[in-house]
């Protein structure tokens, strides 16, 4: 489980050696977002405190009860992180304040496309 978990999320270790600790970042959409797991020491999910950054709380505003039951449902740590980035992605979908901003190879080829239409047009 241990090796998934931070292929899945290189971002986010373990604090101790039991396990029971986890810190760093979770990353959604090319974005980072700050967050502590804490699991009791049976390591039971439904049990474990989540403490986020202030932009990962108002990101989840309105989906606490989903990942509340996604941390009872969960088998173990890797698949409720899963479940979390999957949530996280709906609220990023959700919130245009939110939603990153086109490459710049976006805007070059924009702008390559108008001057062969004019900017008479």
Not at 83 to 101: D, M, Q, W
Request: with cysteine; hydrophobic share 35%.
């Amino acid at each position: 489980m241990e090796g998934s978990l931070v292929k899945d999320n290189p971002l986010l270790l373990p604090l101790n050696n039991e396990k029971t600790v986890y810190d760093g970042f979770v990353t959604v959409k090319e974005r980072d977002f700050r967050m502590r797991i804490l699991l009791p020491p049976d390591r039971q999910l439904k049990r474990a405190k989540l403490h986020c950054s202030w932009q990962l709380k108002h990101l989840l505003h309105g989906y606490e009860h989903i990942v509340k039951q996604r941390l009872r449902q969960s088998a173990d740590l890797v698949s409720f992180m899963l479940e979390l980035k999957t949530v996280l992605e709906v609220g990023l979908k959700s919130r245009p304040e939110c939603s990153s901003i086109p490459p710049p190879q976006y805007y070059s080829q924009l702008i390559s496309e108008m001057e062969t239409l004019g900017w008479d047009k």
